[in-house]
């Protein structure tokens, strides 16, 4: 079979082996804008052995997502990359298998079920705005961390992590930063050798079972029915009746764990970035908040007059979208839009590059929340905007994130202004999430006369 590729390049194997061994880090958000001003929005590099295609064409990312989804599976890469951290869970799972879990999770993300999550979302920010006094500076990325590690394992598992939030967030950030460095390696090396970072990585990872094992030890000698995703999980039979076992269990959630709160911290934290250097979009936010909230707490019923700060939360998610790139890789040979994606290549769907490409996004680089204007929204092309993913592989908790997101938003607006620390080089970083590479420090000043409504 001849290959025909898109418009790239090759890397020799000398110079790919060169790079690996430099231990330098390998920029993927550059790399991916890069390449695709260079060689347009289907294009590929050949790394000594390894074919990379990557992706930023919507019509492209309709065909893979939507159209043809059977014909590929997640990177084994990143299986190999996240496997010793999530095991088989969702994220990771793939065929039968998956649709039977995805199945199983999918009534705990339900619209109606998920309205009951508001009350929740709301008095936590509320507690983490108790904790704030005028003058401090705060790290804003552990903070939003923090919140919405809180959000995720009361609302789904009906678990208390407020004691090891701070933990939780160390052990996730060295493990994803393990992960990271097994994704941009070049070889999967068997984890049996004895290297301290992979030794570091397991014990992390142990860690963090033995929380998640709380979880699930706690509801079991409760035997309590909460209706909530633990529970869903718990009482889940196969068709000869049998219950999931603890360590399936003990992925599923560890994979909720991580995929829920991660991206939606991340989200904040790059949409708080853009207001802080567009005070006149904030001037809008602060107003719309004031209005539709006056002294009370953020509800439900809230968000139909919240119109403008989802247009900038969907505009920050364009320029900074907490998962830059989904990967996939070809079961077989495919052929999309003229070449041929063959077997086992590399596939990455470049949702940074492509909300970023000028071809589709005018002067993509400047922050613009009309762009989701109820009239401007509608004249982005399909499958364009993407911070989700699309097709049955779509994101389980998009509307789960897109409620949270606008309700910590407006509490926070509604109670709390928030400055960047000058001297700080705010740059964003692919650590599986998009993040901010050295943090984002903030100075806080309570708004005067803010109101502190009662704790439920
Ligand atoms: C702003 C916040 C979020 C963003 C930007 C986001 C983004 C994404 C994207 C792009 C995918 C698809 C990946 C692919 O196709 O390879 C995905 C999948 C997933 N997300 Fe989210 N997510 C967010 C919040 C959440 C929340 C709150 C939860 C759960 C509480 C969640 C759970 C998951 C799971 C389990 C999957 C895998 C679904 C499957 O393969 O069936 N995410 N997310």
Same mark, same amino acid.
């Given at each position: 079979?001849?290959?025909?590729?898109?418009?790239?390049?090759?890397?020799?194997?000398?110079?790919?082996?060169?790079?690996?061994?430099?231990?330098?880090?390998?920029?993927?958000?550059?790399?991916?804008?890069?390449?695709?001003?260079?060689?347009?929005?289907?294009?590929?590099?050949?790394?000594?052995?390894?074919?990379?295609?990557?992706?930023?064409?919507?019509?492209?990312?309709?065909?893979?997502?939507?159209?043809?989804?059977?014909?590929?599976?997640?990177?084994?890469?990143?299986?190999?990359?996240?496997?010793?951290?999530?095991?088989?869970?969702?994220?990771?799972?793939?065929?039968?298998?998956?649709?039977?879990?995805?199945?199983?999770?999918? @009534?705990?993300?339900?619209?109606?079920?998920?309205?009951?999550?508001?009350?929740?979302?709301?008095?936590?920010?509320?507690?983490?705005?108790?904790?704030?006094?005028?003058?401090?500076?705060?790290?804003?990325?552990?903070?939003?961390?923090?919140?919405?590690?809180?959000?995720?394992?009361?609302?789904?598992?009906?678990?208390?992590? &407020?004691?090891?939030?701070?933990?939780?967030?160390?052990?996730?950030?060295?493990?994803?930063?393990?992960?990271?460095?097994?994704?941009?390696?070049?070889?999967?090396?068997?984890?049996?050798?004895?290297?301290?970072?992979?030794?570091?990585?397991?014990?992390?990872?142990?860690?963090?079972?033995?929380?998640?094992?709380?979880?699930?030890?706690?509801?079991?000698?409760?035997?309590?029915?909460?209706?909530?995703?633990?529970?869903?999980?718990?009482?889940?039979?196969?068709?000869?009746?049998? @219950?999931?076992?603890?360590?399936?269990?003990?992925?599923?959630?560890?994979?909720?764990?991580?995929?829920?709160?991660?991206?939606?911290?991340?989200?904040? &934290?790059?949409?708080?970035?853009?207001?802080?250097?567009?005070?006149?979009?904030?001037?809008?936010?602060?107003?719309?908040?004031?209005?539709?909230?006056?002294?009370?707490?953020?509800?439900?019923?809230?968000?139909?007059?919240?119109?403008?700060?989802?247009?900038?939360?969907?505009?920050?998610?364009?320029?900074?979208?907490?998962?830059?790139?989904?990967?996939?890789?070809?079961?077989?040979?495919?052929?999309?839009?003229?070449?041929?994606?063959?077997?086992?290549?590399?596939?990455?769907?470049?949702?940074?590059?492509?909300?970023?490409? @000028?071809?589709?996004?005018?002067?993509?680089?400047?922050?613009?929340?009309?762009?989701?204007?109820?009239?401007?929204?509608?004249?982005?092309?399909?499958?364009?905007?993407?911070?989700?993913?699309?097709?049955?592989?779509?994101?389980?908790?998009?509307?789960?994130?897109?409620?949270?997101?606008?309700?910590?938003?407006?509490?926070?607006?509604?109670?709390?202004?928030?400055?960047?620390?000058?001297?700080?080089?705010?740059?964003?970083?692919?650590?599986?999430?998009?993040?901010?590479?050295?943090?984002?420090?903030?100075?806080?000043?309570?708004?005067?006369?803010?109101?502190?409504?009662?704790?439920?």
């Amino acid at each position: 079979m001849t290959i025909t590729y898109p418009p790239g390049t090759r890397i020799g194997y000398l110079d790919t082996i060169r790079t690996l061994m430099s231990g330098a880090k390998f920029d993927m958000l550059q790399f991916s804008l890069d390449a695709q001003k260079q060689y347009g929005d289907y294009n590929f590099t050949k790394f000594g052995w390894v074919t990379f295609y990557l992706i930023s064409d919507p019509k492209i990312m309709h065909e893979i997502l939507v159209n043809q989804p059977e014909k590929f599976h997640k990177l084994k890469l990143i299986k190999y990359a996240l496997g010793p951290f999530l095991g088989n869970g969702l994220l990771t799972n793939e065929g039968d298998f998956w649709k039977r879990q995805r199945k199983l999770a999918q @009534p705990a993300f339900h619209s109606k079920r998920i309205e009951n999550y508001a009350t929740i979302m709301v008095d936590f920010t509320q507690r983490m705005l108790d904790g704030w006094k005028t003058g401090e500076t705060r790290q804003l990325d552990r903070e939003m961390m923090k919140l919405t590690l809180n959000i995720v394992a009361k609302t789904l598992f009906d678990a208390d992590v &407020t004691k090891d939030a701070d933990r939780v967030g160390e052990l996730l950030t060295r493990i994803l930063e393990a992960s990271n460095d097994r994704i941009n390696s070049g070889v999967q090396l068997p984890d049996w050798l004895p290297l301290a970072k992979t030794r570091q990585m397991y014990s992390d990872v142990a860690e963090l079972d033995a929380i998640i094992q709380r979880f699930i030890d706690e509801r079991r000698a409760s035997g309590d029915d909460k209706g909530d995703l633990l529970s869903m999980l718990l009482q889940a039979r196969d068709d000869d009746g049998n @219950p999931m076992d603890d360590k399936l269990l003990r992925d599923e959630l560890m994979t909720i764990f991580l995929a829920g709160h991660e991206t939606t911290a991340m989200a904040m &934290t790059w949409t708080w970035y853009m207001l802080m250097m567009h005070p006149e979009v904030m001037v809008r936010v602060k107003a719309e908040v004031d209005e539709a909230l006056g002294d009370r707490p953020a509800t439900l019923a809230d968000l139909a007059n919240l119109k403008y700060s989802e247009m900038v939360l969907k505009e920050s998610m364009r320029l900074y979208p907490p998962v830059a790139s989904a990967g996939r890789e070809p079961i077989e040979d495919v052929e999309i839009s003229g070449y041929m994606l063959p077997k086992g290549s590399l596939v990455t769907l470049a949702i940074y590059a492509m909300h970023r490409n @000028p071809q589709i996004f005018e002067n993509p680089d400047v922050f613009d929340p009309e762009r989701f204007s109820p009239e401007k929204e509608k004249q982005i092309p399909r499958y364009a905007y993407l911070p989700f993913g699309a097709g049955p592989r779509v994101c389980i908790g998009n509307s789960f994130a897109m409620m949270e997101a606008r309700l910590l938003l407006a509490t926070m607006v509604q109670q709390a202004d928030i400055s960047l620390v000058s001297g700080q080089k705010i740059e964003p970083m692919q650590l599986v999430t998009v993040r901010p590479a050295n943090g984002m420090a903030v100075t806080v000043a309570m708004r005067e006369g803010a109101p502190l409504p009662e704790m439920a």
